[in-house]
């Protein structure tokens, strides 16, 4: 796994361990693809990556410009893997890591009024959450009024068109992996 583009092109993430069953990195290609889709550079937008994992996409948008990232998991490997990463690119500066349930991470940054241009949500497959990450968004108020929602998600899991005030705006399939975006219409 490496860095697609931007001030940190190039440069290596640390993974998973191989016999990890918790952590699904996003794949390079993937990756490449959801950001030519929202547009190669994030010039000081504020990006917030829940189920973080090894904060790929997070970290990826720091290296296109966004100004600052934070990063949801309560994983203690993917924790590990977002700090070492985080340290690694010498984004440190720049990274939250929130160390909270997806719920609760909400909650907080809720409460403090943070607000994102750009979220991602890369759930557990199994865990068939794109509606609940839907409505916690909603609920929690976390998306500013521009906003790009990216869930990446099993295709066996339907996204709705719209849910929580949010509407599906793309979708690319990548063998079993489905990427849909939302936005506020």
């Known amino acids: 796994m490496r860095i697609v583009a931007g001030s940190a092109k190039g440069r290596a993430l640390v993974g998973p361990k191989s016999t990890s069953k918790h952590i699904r990195p996003t794949a390079d290609r993937v990756r490449e693809t959801i950001f030519n889709v929202l547009g190669q550079w994030l010039e000081g937008q504020a990006v917030l990556d829940l189920y973080a994992g090894t904060g790929a996409l997070g970290l990826e948008s720091l290296s296109r410009g966004a ?71 909603a609920h929690h108020g976390v998306v500013a009024p521009t906003g790009t929602i990216v869930i990446e998600h099993d295709k066996r899991e339907a996204a709705p068109a719209a849910h929580a005030g949010f509407e599906q705006v793309d979708q690319r399939r990548f063998g079993d992996t489905l990427v849909t975006l939302f936005r506020i219409p």
């Open 67 to 137: 100004k600052k990232t934070v990063l949801v998991d309560s994983d203690r490997e993917a924790l590990a893997l977002c700090r070492t990463n985080t340290d690694t690119l010498g984004f440190t500066k720049q990274v939250e890591i929130l160390p909270q349930p997806v719920e609760r991470a909400l909650a907080t940054l809720g409460k403090r009024g943070d607000k994102f241009e750009l979220i991602f949500a890369d759930p557990p497959y199994a865990a068939r959450v794109v509606e609940t990450v839907l409505e916690a968004l």
